[in-house]
T-cell receptor, first 115, second 111 residues
């Protein structure tokens, strides 16, 4: 158990819909990262937040957005869903990113299925 | 941008030693990490190399040569449970401190 929690575990929805994925980082970790992993694909970085502020952005679609709240939990919002958005979405957290920079702790993921 | 190359698949037998290589291209390199992911599971951190040389953690070791933009993960005394995907990842200071992952190497351990 990494200490990172994600809800829900599974999500099935229809095209055109909007969903929200939630992540709670490990206690004390200030950074939250979101990744997308499609079938047999690597991990695609979407976005990073550090202590409530956006820190880095990857190939995140305009239909996707995220935020980190004062209690440090984060939400990833996916809208106008398409079949191709079906994937595993992982959240990861890390402490001060300047320390042990390569260490991220991943949550169990949310499996999104768009029908 | 950043790019990482690692073999897509490796097969080895139980008890053997296997090496998974990773070559990378980044502009602001700040360390190479390795993650393990079992099918349907979450990636879990294995090791990190910020400086050249070998890092050892039990049966797993990781090596980095910054001059060659190259690293490897060495798994010894392979066990069936080591069958998983292994990802190398680099942190690039010029890319906003994010981690960029390689495509992953699927390791199959056979009896």
């Amino acid at each position: 158990d990494s200490g990172v929690t994600q809800t829900p575990k599974h999500l099935i929805t229809a095209t055109g819909q909007r969903v929200t994925l939630r992540c709670s980082p490990r206690s004390g970790d200030l950074s939250v990262y979101w990744y997308q992993q499609s079938l047999d694909q690597g991990l695609q970085f979407l976005i990073q937040y550090y202590n409530g502020e956006e820190r880095a952005k990857g190939n995140i679609l305009e239909r996707f957005s995220a935020q980190q709240f004062p209690d440090l939990h984060s939400e990833l919002n996916l809208s106008s869903l398409e079949l191709g958005d079906s994937a595993l979405y992982f959240c990861a957290s890390s402490p001060n990113p300047l320390i042990r920079a390569g260490t991220q702790y991943f949550g169990p993921g949310t499996r999104l299925t768009v029908l | 941008g950043q790019s990482l190359e690692q073999p897509s698949e490796v097969t080895a037998v139980e008890g053997a030693i296997v090496q998974i290589n990773c070559t990378y291209q980044t502009s602001g390199f700040y360390g190479l990490s390795w993650y393990q992911q079992h099918d349907g599971g979450a990636p879990t951190f294995l090791s990190y190399n910020g400086l050249d040389g070998l890092e050892e953690t039990g049966r797993f070791s990781s090596f980095l040569s910054r001059s060659d933009s190259y690293g490897y993960l060495l798994l010894q005394e392979l066990q069936m449970k080591d069958s998983a995907s292994y990802f190398c990842a680099v942190r690039d200071l010029d890319a906003g401190n994010m981690l960029t992952f390689g495509g992953g190497t699927r390791l199959m351990v056979k009896p």
